[in-house]
């Protein structure tokens, strides 16, 4: 055995089984071949249009097992493949949302892919515009401080949507009421095309302490130090502390979409220098130094999960598209309802 003990097991001082801790990985692994494949899809002229969240993985995953599971409520951005996939979406559910068919169960096939909603997992549906669904998750945890129920809302955004005012709002009526909620900035470093330094003059991090709660800054691709810091932010929230505000640190290997042109304001050596961050090898070869993983279970999980995306592509391809006469269905209240 290398090292300490402390360092090779470090997940369970945490609060995560061995089982567990190979879970998060394979869901990793899951949605980073679920963008893959949608990146293929979408140059093959099978799908419209994609947005990526390669590089983000790591920091969704290991916020989602980090809650509730079972009853808090989810507020994910349009990147957040790896953080729906965890709290129970499948691959078959996501393939009809990019295909835009009518069993799609986020939107029936209405809203751009990305655009998550599911009653039954308790995420909440989000809209186009950006940084809007933090004031929703602060009522949402207004309701859980009115009803003394011991959920959580979380919220999931970019650094750009820091800078709106919607942001602001949300975190200072949280601040105000003591709300529990989590906010977590997912810090890709570019706005679309707009670099951080453009955008910020501070951390996001910081901003919380204006409102009256606690921020911190934590390396998005280190899988471990995300779920400690998420699961000690619901602690609190759970015991009547109030919010956190979370700014994990990470880049988007990916272009912002795939009608982007990333290599217009980001050179390619950049973006090679941050795939050899790239927090999910890191958190593999964790796993391997804790004699959990080897090349054998590798090659297994990967053939289970090309398995998974192709049948989940191929059902998506041949769902029926919507009927026309659905335009209206979920418009208007339904009478007596």
């Known amino acids: 055995m290398s090292q300490s003990t402390e360092q090779t097991f470090r997940h369970n001082e945490l609060g995560l089984s061995n089982e567990k801790a190979l879970e998060m990985y394979a869901t990793m692994m899951l949605a980073r071949k679920f963008d893959e494949r949608n990146m293929l899809l979408q140059r093959a002229g099978k799908i419209n ?7 983000q993985e790591v920091a969704q995953v290991a916020a989602a097992f980090a809650l509730d599971r079972d009853n808090d409520y ?8 790896g953080f729906v996939l965890a709290v129970g979406m499948t691959v078959k559910e996501l393939m009809l949302s990019v295909f835009a068919k009518a069993e799609d169960p986020n939107s029936g096939g209405r809203q751009m892919p990305g655009h998550f909603g599911s009653k039954r997992l308790r995420i909440v549906t989000g809209s186009s515009p950006v940084t809007t669904q933090v004031p929703h998750a602060v009522g949402i ?10 959920f959580v809302s979380f919220v999931t955004f970019g650094e750009g949507s820091s800078n709106q005012g919607d942001f602001h709002e949300g975190c200072n009526f949280a601040g105000v009421h003591k709300l529990p909620v989590i906010l977590m900035c997912e810090n890709n470093q570019y706005a679309i095309s707009v670099p951080v330094h453009k955008q910020l003059g501070g951390r996001v991090a910081d901003r919380a ?15 471990l130090e995300v779920f400690r810091v998420v699961k000690e932010a619901r602690e609190r929230a759970v015991a009547g502390e109030g919010p956190t505000l979370i700014e994990a640190m990470m880049y988007r290997i990916s272009p912002h979409s795939t009608s982007d042109n990333d290599l217009a304001y980001r050179t390619k050596e950049e973006v090679d220098e941050n795939k050899a961050k790239d927090g999910i090898p890191k958190y593999k070869q964790y796993l391997e130094e804790c004699g959990l993983w080897n090349e054998e279970l590798e090659a297994e999980l990967q053939a289970r999960i090309r398995k998974m995306v192709d049948e989940a592509t191929e059902y998506g391809d041949n769902a029926p598209f919507p009927a026309p006469e659905s335009v209206l269905l979920h418009v208007y209240a339904e009478e007596g309802r």
Do not use: T
């Open 141 to 150: 945890a207004l309701a859980a401080k009115m009803k003394n129920k011991p």
């Open 74 to 81: 989810f507020l994910p951005y349009y990147r957040d493949y």
């Open 49 to 55: 249009f994609h947005v990526s969240g390669i590089g």
């Open 209 to 223: 302490l204006g409102y009256g709660f606690p921020g911190y800054q934590v390396d998005g691709n280190d899988a």
